[in-house]
């Protein structure tokens, strides 16, 4: 195999295969080492201990105050369902060690779409190292993302195989993969527009594209095999349409740009936008699909951040082969060729090994199995994540006594699912929202102390709280304070 001529003849590079392939495993296994738990996890594990506790499956939404869907859909349930007992097994040591084999399995079958299509084994690691951040993107620990993006990668590898190949039986494949997907997470869209994109490139490339037509028919079918029949879709419909501005990864690029947040990611995803709109270029690609893929996965990245994962992924399995071809053209050129023997192998072996124990070093010394749950801000960032610790574990040294105190507001709704699964089974009375301030209130999990989540809490007014002789107040930390009112209403 001649890659780049910046290495010698084929029989040199066998230890440098070996190390960059290791460096890759190494550099994703550091990309996937975040340890600050995500938010969803908290509900995650509070419908999974629902549902094996209670003996039946819940369709009554019992963590909100006033329930306000009948029948309750959760989108994720099969995630809490599998997720629960992983956790009381092996705690969490068992939900990363998911996340890490999810994430490798994902860039691998990435990594195998682009050799199908051709590409060199280094071109297709070099484009995976460049795309592999999308990690950072969709797998803080642990979501249900990490089960779309493994599904997407696998649909994208059986939908190459059969466009190239004419493996038509590995479609069908799809439909039990659809099944598990849909009552995993909501992202099962993705897989059927990925189909749909699939068809209609291959009609406008004049190639057959019925096989791709029922594969959908047979995917959408499959969608209604779960707990709720056609109310899922119904539910699918609403969500996907409603206006989420409060929710940061649903912005637009340019609304990210504007509210002030970190420039790099946002720079990093215009620049492989560029890089593969380079390659496209120097080719002068003609492959309708995977172009028409690419450029609708950009369009919905560019209008909200959550789906620039699905670019990154569809450009790591469609760009190496393109590359591979730029390589080819360099290795005519005699400058290249030279500076590719006075390099030889010694010195990008030495290289990519000193890279490798590197960032091995920095992925044990994160504790990767571990799960944090900060209680206070550290790094002063805009998306930073930290939880009401002091609030929770005094509300749960209360529990013997009689007079509860009634309120825990808190300063942002993103830990509101760690309440349900930490307050769960502790009575107290519910209570009305405070007179005059306008909040709504949920309980965690009824009966249970009523918790005021709310964003940005901290720009109001605390008068309507704090202001007169009517508040006790018990605990205030950074992200919450705890008071209960000297008359009960």
């Given at each position: 195999?001649?890659?780049?001529?910046?290495?010698?003849?084929?029989?040199?590079?066998?230890?440098?295969?070996?190390?960059?392939?290791?460096?890759?495993?190494?550099?994703?296994?550091?990309?996937?080492?975040?340890?600050?738990?995500?938010?969803?996890?908290?509900?995650?594990?509070?419908?999974?201990?629902?549902?094996?506790?209670?003996?039946?499956?819940?369709?009554?939404?019992?963590?909100?105050?006033?329930?306000?869907?009948?029948?309750?859909?959760y989108?994720?349930?099969?995630?809490?369902?599998?997720?629960?007992?992983?956790?009381?097994?092996?705690?969490?040591?068992?939900?990363?060690?998911?996340?890490?084999?999810?994430?490798?399995?994902?860039?691998?079958?990435?990594?195998?779409?682009?050799?199908?299509?051709?590409?060199?084994?280094?071109?297709?690691?070099?484009?995976?190292?460049?795309?592999?951040?999308?990690?950072?993107?969709?797998?803080?620990?642990?979501?249900?993302?990490?089960?779309?993006?493994?599904?997407?990668?696998?649909?994208?590898?059986?939908?190459?195989?059969?466009?190239?190949?004419?493996?038509?039986?590995?479609?069908?494949?799809?439909?039990?993969?659809?099944?598990?997907?849909?009552?995993?997470?909501?992202?099962?869209?993705?897989?059927?527009?990925?189909l749909?994109?699939?068809?209609?490139?291959?009609?406008?490339?004049?190639?057959?594209?019925?096989?791709?037509?029922?594969?959908?028919?047979?995917?959408?079918?499959?969608?209604?095999?779960?707990p709720?029949?056609?109310?899922?879709?119904?539910?699918i419909?609403?969500?996907?349409?409603?206006?989420?501005?409060?929710?940061?990864?649903?912005?637009?690029?340019?609304?990210?740009?504007?509210?002030?947040?970190?420039?790099?990611?946002?720079?990093?995803?215009?620049?492989?936008?560029?890089?593969?709109?380079?390659?496209?270029?120097?080719?002068?690609?003609?492959?309708?699909?995977?172009?028409?893929a690419?450029?609708?996965?950009?369009y919905?990245?560019?209008?909200?951040?959550?789906?620039?994962?699905?670019?990154?992924?569809?450009?790591?399995?469609?760009?190496p082969?393109?590359?591979?071809?730029?390589?080819?053209?360099?290795?005519?050129?005699?400058?290249?060729?030279?500076?590719?023997?006075?390099?030889?192998?010694?010195?990008?072996?030495?290289?990519?090994?000193?890279?490798?124990?590197?960032?091995?070093?920095?992925f044990?010394?994160?504790?990767?199995?571990?799960?944090?749950?900060?209680?206070?801000?550290?790094?002063?960032?805009?998306?930073?994540?930290?939880?009401?610790?002091?609030?929770?574990?005094?509300?749960?040294?209360?529990?013997?006594?009689?007079?509860?105190?009634?309120?825990?507001?808190?300063?942002?709704?993103?830990?509101?699912?760690?309440?349900?699964?930490?307050?769960?089974?502790?009575?107290?009375?519910?209570?009305?929202?405070?007179?005059?301030?306008?909040?709504?209130?949920?309980?965690?999990?009824?009966?249970?102390?009523?918790?005021?989540?709310?964003?940005?809490?901290l720009?109001?007014?605390?008068?309507g709280?704090?202001?007169?002789?009517?508040?006790?107040?018990?605990?205030?930390?950074?992200?919450?304070?705890?008071?209960?009112?000297?008359?009960?209403?």
């Amino acid at each position: 195999m001649d890659f780049p001529i910046l290495w010698p003849p084929r029989d040199k590079q066998v230890l440098l295969k070996f190390v960059v392939g290791l460096l890759m495993v190494t550099a994703i296994l550091k990309t996937l080492a975040g340890t600050t738990a995500d938010p969803d996890l908290w509900g995650f594990l509070a419908f999974g201990r629902l549902f094996w506790e209670s003996g039946r499956f819940p369709y009554q939404d019992v963590f909100s105050y006033v329930p306000t869907l009948d029948p309750w859909v959760y989108h994720e349930w099969l995630t809490g369902v599998c997720f629960y007992p992983l956790y009381q097994t092996l705690g969490a040591p068992g939900l990363q060690l998911l996340k890490y084999g999810c994430g490798l399995a994902t860039a691998g079958l990435v990594y195998l779409t682009a050799r199908k299509r051709g590409a060199e084994p280094l071109s297709a690691i070099m484009v995976l190292w460049m795309v592999q951040l999308f990690l950072a993107m969709g797998y803080s620990p642990v979501r249900a993302q990490v089960f779309t993006y493994g599904f997407f990668a696998l649909y994208l590898y059986l939908l190459e195989d059969a466009r190239l190949r004419g493996h038509w039986r590995g479609l069908w494949f799809l439909i039990p993969c659809q099944v598990l997907w849909c009552n995993l997470h909501g992202g099962f869209l993705a897989g059927l527009g990925l189909l749909v994109l699939y068809a209609l490139g291959e009609a406008l490339s004049r190639r057959p594209f019925r096989p791709y037509l029922g594969a959908l028919l047979g995917s959408g079918l499959a969608t209604l095999i779960n707990p709720y029949g056609m109310e899922y879709w119904h539910y699918i419909l609403r969500a996907v349409s409603m206006p989420r501005p409060e929710i940061t990864e649903w912005v637009s690029l340019y609304r990210a740009y504007q509210m002030g947040f970190p420039k790099e990611p946002m720079g990093y995803f215009l620049g492989m936008a560029a890089f593969s709109g380079f390659l496209a270029w120097w080719a002068r690609w003609r492959e309708i699909t995977p172009a028409l893929a690419l450029a609708v996965t950009l369009y919905l990245g560019l209008k909200h951040q959550r789906h620039q994962v699905f670019f990154l992924l569809l450009a790591g399995g469609y760009l190496p082969v393109l590359l591979t071809g730029y390589f080819e053209v360099l290795k005519s050129r005699p400058r290249a060729l030279a500076l590719g023997h006075r390099l030889g192998t010694k010195i990008p072996t030495l290289l990519v090994i000193f890279l490798t124990v590197l960032w091995g070093y920095q992925f044990l010394s994160r504790a990767p199995l571990s799960l944090k749950i900060p209680g206070v801000p550290g790094t002063g960032t805009e998306n930073e994540i930290y939880y009401p610790v002091a609030a929770l574990d005094r509300s749960r040294s209360w529990r013997s006594i009689t007079r509860w105190p009634r309120w825990i507001i808190s300063r942002s709704a993103t830990w509101g699912e760690r309440c349900s699964l930490t307050l769960i089974g502790e009575n107290s009375p519910s209570g009305p929202s405070i007179p005059g301030v306008g909040w709504r209130w949920m309980d965690a999990m009824r009966p249970c102390t009523p918790i005021r989540c709310r964003r940005n809490i901290l720009t109001l007014s605390m008068a309507g709280l704090t202001g007169g002789n009517s508040w006790n107040h018990i605990l205030r930390t950074w992200c919450s304070w705890i008071s209960t009112p000297r008359r009960i209403p």
